[in-house]
């Protein structure tokens, strides 16, 4: 198994291994790969479903998306699909997040294969290192936000639910209200401090107004989403990617229309409660 950085944030690629046919030894190598690096990329992976839900597993109990937003594999409830066609464009994700903030326990790993691709460089999807944007600030703004909790709330799903038709309408009711999470939490695997809060899901700051809490909020984005904190992933056929959702952001560029097809298939690794 080579290991091979590809940014000086996060991310690494790595090849000679099959994802479908893993020993314990080098799923464990992974896990410690994965824990340094936060994104890790397997270049072309033949991964069925099965094995991307085994694969999975090995960080957490696969999930479902709790509103069940997207199309599923005939068989495997728990493998979206996310997908650009003709006449079906996708629901875009062209914001940065951590997946599901808003839930109790969030997703602590998102794993992507990609089936198709745009041709032409478009679809990239960015990631951001959410220990050292947090590591960058002052000591005095590190220590004022620990403890502090923000609010996260499922509206922004539910909104984008409306517009777009690959997504599942969501009734409101499903829709949970805002759910408090520490602004800085501690990885439950390496113990690093990370900043948690996201321009998507996070709606304020607790006992703060919307208003009170921009101005730190977007000094927090600013500082997370700056380039040299950023690894863009430019996707090809096969690639299985998987990042860590207690410790990093992503962005789906959406600079494609319905005529680029693009599909991945997704599936999701429970976390648990931040702290
Ligand atoms: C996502 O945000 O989960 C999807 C990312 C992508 O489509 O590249």
């Known amino acids: 198994m080579q290991i091979t950085p590809l940014s000086g944030a996060l991310g690494a690629e790595i090849t000679g291994v099959d994802l479908a046919n893993l020993d314990a030894a080098t799923g464990a190598a992974i896990k410690d790969a994965f824990h340094e690096h936060l994104v890790l990329v397997f270049p072309d992976q033949d991964v069925p479903p099965a094995a991307q839900v085994s694969f999975t597993e090995l960080f957490g109990p696969v999930e479902p998306h709790p509103l069940k937003t997207r199309a ?6 728990h493998v979206l699909i996310i997908e650009n066609k003709p006449g079906k464009p996708g629901a875009p994700n062209d914001y940065w997040h951590s997946d599901i903030s808003h839930a109790e326990m969030p997703p602590a790993v998102s794993v992507l294969h990609a089936l198709k691709i745009p041709g032409d460089g ?3 999807t960015m990631f951001c290192n959410m220990v050292k944007a947090f590591d960058g600030l002052s000591e005095t703004l590190r220590d004022t936000l620990t403890g502090m909790r923000a609010l996260h709330s499922g509206q922004a799903t539910y909104k984008r639910s409306l517009g777009h038709s690959d997504a599942r309408r969501i009734n409101p009711d499903e829709v949970k209200p805002p759910r408090a999470h520490p602004v800085v939490r501690t990885h439950p695997e390496t113990g690093r401090a990370a900043l948690f ?6 709606i304020s700051l607790e006992d703060m107004t919307a208003e009170e809490s921009k101005p730190v909020l977007d000094v927090l984005y600013a500082a997370a989403t700056k380039h040299e904190n950023i690894y863009r992933h430019k996707w090809r056929v096969g690639d299985v990617l998987m990042w860590d959702n207690r410790a990093a952001m992503h962005y789906a560029c959406y600079d494609y229309d319905d005529t680029m097809p693009r599909k991945l298939h997704r599936t999701t690794a429970g976390g648990d409660v931040p702290v």
């Open 122 to 124: 478009r679809g990239d």
């Open 197 to 202: 809060v996201n321009p998507h899901f996070t």
């Open 72 to 77: 599923t594999v005939d068989g495997f409830p």
